[in-house]
């Protein structure tokens, strides 16, 4: 979360921007870019989760409602889910910068303003958030698409870099979101 003494940002696009920063999702995931859309993330029947928000992996065992607001609906979408991992606040790194994430879901060829996961091609089916240890971000980055794209399936979870993935598919960062989750401890 943004410092609360801190000013507030002038638009939700600008306020994004700033918590994707503070969390070091920009430069850990993705290149500084300037988000033009916003994205509202709700698991189930809860209610949407607020940027930064600590939630339970439990709560996300089942794929989210992603919904886009500032996108255009004559274009296409892909929406990419990855664990960068636990941000070090010592060092403001995570544990192996940006060469490490855990993908978690891609979804392209989204018109716009629709919600995922009810519309868009699933290239890499939904993983449920299991953090090992500490609390760690997991990320939610937006692209707009040039035209309909049809990429290869990555050849796994681990070791996947958003940022390749963007650049070989041709693909511009609109927007983006992240929460917290940790470890569930017995009860």
Known sequence: MVPSALAAPATPAAASLESLKTAHIIPDVISNFDPTATLRVQYGKQAPLEMGEQILPSEAADPPSVTFMGTDPQKLYTLVMTDPGVLDIKTLRGPQQSAWQWLHWIVVNVPGEKAVPAAGQVLQ?????????????????????????????????????????AIANGLTPIGGFYFLAGPETAQ
């Not at 971000?137 to 794209?149: H, S, W």
């Open 125 to 165: 089916p939904y993983g449920q958030p299991a953090p090992p240890a500490g609390n760690h971000r997991y990320t939610f980055i937006l692209f707009e698409q040039k035209a309909e794209i049809n990429p290869a399936v990555p050849k796994g979870r681990d070791a996947f870099d958003t940022r390749a993935f």
